[in-house]
Structure formats: structure tokens, C-alpha cells
């Protein structure tokens, strides 16, 4: 195979690792409406009944998105959030390591 076969051929395995990314499993799904949506909302943007008495920002804000590491928003999901308006219960007695890692992939993509 020549250079410029492989080379092809790589770009075409990274693509499709790239395209296959974009969209969350079915598991993660079900664990955001499961666990989450009912705050956060659907589609991140904490516009329910429970999201806007705690106070919950926008996943779905670029603004947010900045603010916060991925390692803040592994600790948030694991740990729980307590706040002046509420709290969040933690999940790393229900979650692994994986799905956690899975739902903060699951909320940066809340952005796009």
C-alpha cells in the first residue's frame, strides 16, 4: 500500500471515530433523561420548573461552557452541587467512572 493510500485510509478511520463521537449512545441518552433532564432540561438549557427555582445555567451557553473544566463537571455529576437555591445530589454511587465521563461529553455537546 503506498504512502498516500495509508495515509488516505487513516484519514477516512479518523473520520469516521470523529462522526461516530458526535452523537451520544443510547445509554448516555437514557441516563440524562433519567437522571438529569428533569432540572436541566432536554436540551440543557435548564428551562423547567426545577431548573429555573435552583437557578441552573444554560449548558447550552458558550459562556458556560468556558467557565467550567471538564474535570469541575466530572466532579458536579460524581459529587453532587449544593447551592444557596438547591441542591444536587451526586452520582457516583449510581454512575461508573465511564458514564460520568460519558454525561460531561454528553453536556459539552449540549453547545452545539
Known amino acids: 500500500m503506498s504512502i498516500l493510500n495509508k495515509a488516505l485510509a487513516a484519514f477516512a478511520i479518523a473520520s469516521l471515530a470523529t462522526a461516530a463521537q458526535g452523537a451520544p449512545d443510547k445509554k448516555t ?3 440524562w433523561k433519567a437522571k438529569c433532564a428533569s432540572c436541566h432540561g432536554a436540551d440543557g438549557k435548564a428551562e423547567t420548573d426545577s431548573g429555573k427555582k435552583a437557578g441552573i445555567p444554560s449548558y447550552a451557553d458558550a459562556a458556560f461552557q468556558k467557565s467550567k473544566t471538564d474535570a469541575q463537571l466530572k ?4 459529587n453532587g452541587v449544593k447551592t444557596d437555591k438547591g441542591e444536587m445530589e451526586g452520582f457516583k454511587d449510581k454512575l461508573d467512572g465511564p458514564q460520568i465521563d460519558q454525561l460531561v461529553a454528553y453536556v459539552r455537546g449540549l453547545a452545539k
Open 75 to 78: 466532579e458536579a455529576i460524581a
Open 29 to 31: 441518552e437514557r441516563n
